[in-house]
């Protein structure tokens, strides 16, 4: 093994800890308990009263509306560009039925000049 490895080994060993231990860990946590905390982030919770977590809610909604509102903003000039497409393919179909007809009518007004029909 590499001298790395036997230095974690022997860092990362199983020890007992010390008869004392517990009491030191209940000490501490009553030294943490008694002395007093440092307010944490009054500055902004004296412009915004209320729970911190209420004004997250708040925003995370306004976040969603937000997101929302622009989604559907989106699908809908998605769906009016589908309807002027559509519009324009349906009036470029017309226009090449149209024309389309008026050259069967042509070839058609041409057969009956060469072959006239005979009424017996």
Not at 14 to 39: G, M, N, T, Y
Not at 58 to 79: D, I, K, P, S, W
């Amino acid at each position: 093994m590499s001298r790395l490895d036997d230095e974690l080994r022997w860092a990362l060993r199983r020890r007992e800890p010390s008869q004392d231990f517990a009491e030191r860990v209940l000490a501490r946590i009553a030294l943490q308990d008694a002395a007093p905390k440092p307010a944490r982030g009054s500055w902004w919770r004296a412009l915004l009263p209320g729970p911190r977590w209420a004004m997250v809610g708040a925003l995370a909604c306004l976040l969603a509306v937000t997101v929302g509102v622009h989604r559907y903003r989106v699908n809908e000039r998605t769906r009016a560009e589908g309807e002027v497409a559509k519009a324009q393919v349906m009036l470029a179909l017309q226009i090449a039925s149209a024309k389309l007809n008026f050259a069967q009518r042509k070839v058609l007004s041409r057969q009956d000049e060469r072959n006239p029909r005979r009424v017996n």
